[in-house]
């Protein structure tokens, strides 16, 4: 049912009930400029706020990405599908670098599982797990001969949650954290398709499981049980 003022009409023509005239109702044109004016802020406010976590992010010399090296052939994308085509296929091995600039070469069968974890900083998926994931590993032990790996990846300074530096650090994240490249090299050779995504890789390097979405704590515990020797 319509909420638009009725219109009465005569045989002199038509003209709005309660003597409005042709400029419309004032108490609308108020509203459609606050409404604006909202909208104004806002864009301000988020503009203002990217650039300052910009900035922060200058000021503290930490880059929030950095060049790395891929070896082996990549995993294809991983969209959910059943049977996973990337099942005991063997990783690709890659180095990059922690974001205090220590260099870390990821190589699967090395003799050690692994289970490595991409994330986003804008991503609130992402924003819920590794929190999660944190006070696991704080209140936990991993079974023996199994590492865990964090990818930073997909880094944009427009978007919330940056610089991912800060995240991780605020986080208390107690393993490893390397960064991405620009491009998002390591995500892309590892079949990225959304966030979080967690792939496990044995002792021998074959894939064992590839995770596009959150992990519960059950299902955590079930992938490093299934990666481990």
Not at 21 to 41: E, H
Not at 108 to 127: L, N, S
Request: charged share 20%; proline share 8%; glycine share 10%.
């Amino acid at each position: 049912m319509s909420n638009r003022p009725k219109v009465q009409k005569s045989r002199r023509g038509s003209r709005p009930v309660g003597g409005q005239t042709d400029g419309g109702n004032p108490l609308m044109k108020w509203l459609i400029l606050g409404v604006v004016a909202l909208v104004v802020v806002a864009v301000g406010v988020a503009f203002l706020a990217g650039r300052d976590a910009e900035q922060r992010a200058q000021d503290s010399g930490v880059l929030q990405v950095s060049d790395v090296s891929i070896e082996g052939a990549a995993l294809p994308p991983f969209d959910g599908q059943e049977p996973d085509p990337a099942m005991e296929r063997v990783a690709p091995a890659f180095a990059a670098t922690t974001f205090d600039g220590v260099e870390v070469s990821v190589l699967p069968g090395d003799g050690t599982a692994k289970v490595i974890g991409f994330y986003a900083h804008w991503c609130p998926h992402c924003q819920r797990e590794l929190p999660r994931l944190t006070g696991w590993l704080a209140a936990n032990e991993l079974p023996v001969g199994v590492e865990v790996i964090a990818v930073s990846t997909a880094v944009d300074p427009g978007r919330g949650n940056y610089p991912p530096s800060a995240w991780f650090e605020e986080e208390q994240w107690p393993a490893v954290a390397v960064r991405d490249s620009e491009s998002n090299e390591i995500g892309d050779a590892y079949g990225l398709r959304g966030f979080p995504y967690t792939v496990g890789v044995d002792a021998d390097g074959r894939v064992v499981a590839r995770v596009s979405g959150e992990l519960s704590d059950a299902a955590w515990e079930f992938l490093l049980q299934l990666v481990a020797p």
